[in-house]
C-alpha cells in the first residue's frame, strides 16, 4: 500500500476513534441524566399535606405570645419540625391545641392543659391556638387572648368571666392568634377545643377528631410518652 493510502486509512481509524468515544461518552452522559432525573423525581415527588393520622401537617403561620411579654413575631410550625428526625432519634413532639377564648369546654380544659404541661413538657412542645368560633356573643381579642393565657386581670373570657379565675396556672408555653381563622380552616376545626399531636417530623400521630368518644387527650398522651414524660 502507498504511504497516502495508508495516510487515508489512519485517518479512518482517527476518525472511528474519535466516534466511538464521542459514543460512550454520549451513553455516560445519559446515564448520568438518567439517574440525576431519578433522584429529582424521588425527592420531588409531593407530600401528602392534612390534618389526619399519618400525613404531614399544614403549616401554621400566625402571631405569638408568650407570658409576660407583647404580642411577637410569627411562629411558624414548619420552623419548629425536624424533617430529617426518625423512630429512635431525639426529639420533641409537638402538640396543637385550638381553643376560643370563650369557649367554656376550653375554660374548664385550662387546669387539663397545666397538668398535662407538668407532666410531658419535657418530651413534648405545647402551641396553642386561639380561634374565633363565631358564636353570638362571642367577641375576642388578641388582649383576651394573652389574659386567657397569663390568667391576668380582663373581663371577657369564658363569655363573662375575669380571665384571672381560669381554672388551672398560668400557661407559660406559646400562645398563637387566629381570630381570622386562617389556620383554623386548613385543620378542619369545627369545635374547640380540639387538639393534634406531631411527631418531631411534623407527620400527625394522633388527630383528636378520629378518636371522638375513644380516646381523650390525656389517655392520648399517656399511651404515647408515659415512658418518657419528664413530670410526676
Known amino acids: 500500500m502507498n504511504s497516502s493510502g495508508m495516510a487515508r486509512r489512519s485517518r ?35 407530600v401528602d399535606i392534612g390534618p389526619s393520622e399519618g400525613k404531614f401537617a399544614p403549616n401554621i403561620t400566625a402571631p405569638s405570645h408568650l ?18 428526625w426518625e423512630l429512635g432519634l431525639p426529639g420533641k413532639y409537638i402538640l396543637i391545641q385550638f381553643i376560643d377564648t370563650d369557649c367554656g369546654h376550653c375554660w374548664t380544659e385550662g387546669e387539663e392543659m397545666s397538668m398535662l404541661y407538668n407532666s410531658y413538657s419535657q418530651v413534648i412542645e405545647f402551641v396553642t391556638i386561639a380561634i374565633s368560633l363565631g358564636n353570638p356573643g362571642w367577641v375576642s381579642s388578641k388582649e383576651e387572648i394573652a389574659a386567657f393565657q397569663e390568667k391576668s386581670d380582663y373581663d371577657g373570657c369564658n363569655s363573662n368571666n375575669n380571665c384571672n379565675t381560669r381554672p388551672g396556672d398560668a400557661h407559660p408555653w406559646v ?6 381563622n386562617g389556620e383554623r380552616d386548613d385543620w378542619d376545626v369545627s369545635s374547640t377545643p380540639f387538639a393534634v399531636i406531631l411527631d418531631p417530623s411534623g407527620y400527625v400521630v394522633w388527630n383528636m377528631g378520629q378518636h371522638m368518644g375513644v380516646e381523650d387527650l390525656p389517655t392520648a398522651m399517656y399511651n404515647l ?6 413530670g410526676s
Open 12 to 46: 479512518a481509524l482517527d476518525i472511528d476513534e474519535n466516534g466511538d468515544a464521542r459514543l460512550y461518552g454520549g451513553f455516560g452522559v445519559m446515564a448520568v441524566l438518567t439517574v440525576m432525573l431519578a433522584l429529582f423525581v424521588v425527592n420531588s415527588t409531593p
Open 67 to 84: 407570658p409576660g411579654g407583647d404580642w411577637d413575631d410569627d411562629y411558624v410550625l414548619y420552623d419548629n419540625i425536624d424533617r430529617d
Open 225 to 230: 410518652f408515659a415512658d418518657n414524660s419528664g
Open 175 to 180: 400562645y398563637l392568634e387566629d381570630l381570622d
